[in-house]
């Protein structure tokens, strides 16, 4: 028994007869417990119910669909001989593959602060669907040339290399902190000119407009959440 093309939702079975058995029918289950962290940082455990499926004796492979991604199966497949007595099942464990997470609640306005300074609330994503390596609060001035921009068309490595060219041109848009997994601040003060990692939190102009975002970054590929605008 071997499980390949594993994707997020879904998995394709195949396996050889036994040697000594004439089956008249194959039957697969399989079943989960998984545990994740999630996006208020509560562990939470999740009970996937066990599944079973008849298939012919001359059918040798089988794809599984609707599955959780990132999450360890259980999986059996047993020969049922003519007389449906019981035989031991052949075992293996798969897991699917990462998936975006979830969306995340918008970044929230708490106050000012110092008249200068604005307080925000950030979110932090749910690792139900893979663990989070880091988060980047990016932020974004008003001007013409991002102004009809989506969070995802902004790439990390632009906004990385405008961290330094910020004081040249207030205008572009750059990372102002980063956050290591599960270790996001419930609060943060935005504009408070620190620099922290390579990163700096750069004070924020009177009177002009601000669009921030969180960015959480997973093992494999970025996922853009919401963006809040000021």
């Not at 049922?80 to 995340?104: E, F, G, L």
Request: no cysteine; aromatic share 10%; proline share 8%.
């Amino acid at each position: 028994l071997r499980a390949h093309e594993v994707t997020t939702h879904s998995m394709t079975l195949s396996w050889s007869p036994p040697i000594r058995l004439n089956p008249i029918k194959y039957k697969i289950s399989f079943d989960a417990i998984k545990e994740f962290v999630d996006s208020q940082g509560i562990t939470q455990t999740q009970s996937i119910p066990r599944v079973e499926i008849i298939l012919n004796n001359d059918i040798k492979s089988h794809t599984i669909n609707e599955l959780s991604p990132f999450t360890t199966y259980n999986v059996n497949v047993s020969a049922i001989p003519s007389d449906n007595s019981y035989r031991p099942p052949t075992k293996i464990t798969v897991t699917t593959q990462m998936a975006a997470p979830q969306a995340m609640v918008q970044p929230d306005f708490y106050g000012v602060v110092n008249k200068e300074e604005i307080h925000v609330i950030l979110p932090q994503a749910s690792e139900e669907y893979g663990p989070i390596s880091h988060y980047y609060l990016v932020v974004v001035p008003e001007h013409k040339s991002t102004k009809q921009k989506n969070p995802d068309q902004f790439l990390t490595e632009d906004l990385l290399a405008n961290v330094k060219k910020v004081p040249e041109d207030p205008n572009l848009p750059y990372i102002a902190a980063k956050f290591p997994q599960r270790s996001i601040p419930y609060t943060f003060h935005l504009g408070t000119g620190e620099s922290n990692d390579g990163l700096v939190n750069y004070k924020l102009q009177h009177g002009k407009r601000y669009t921030i975002f969180v960015r959480a970054v997973s093992n494999i590929f970025l996922y853009i959440i919401k963006r809040l605008r000021y």
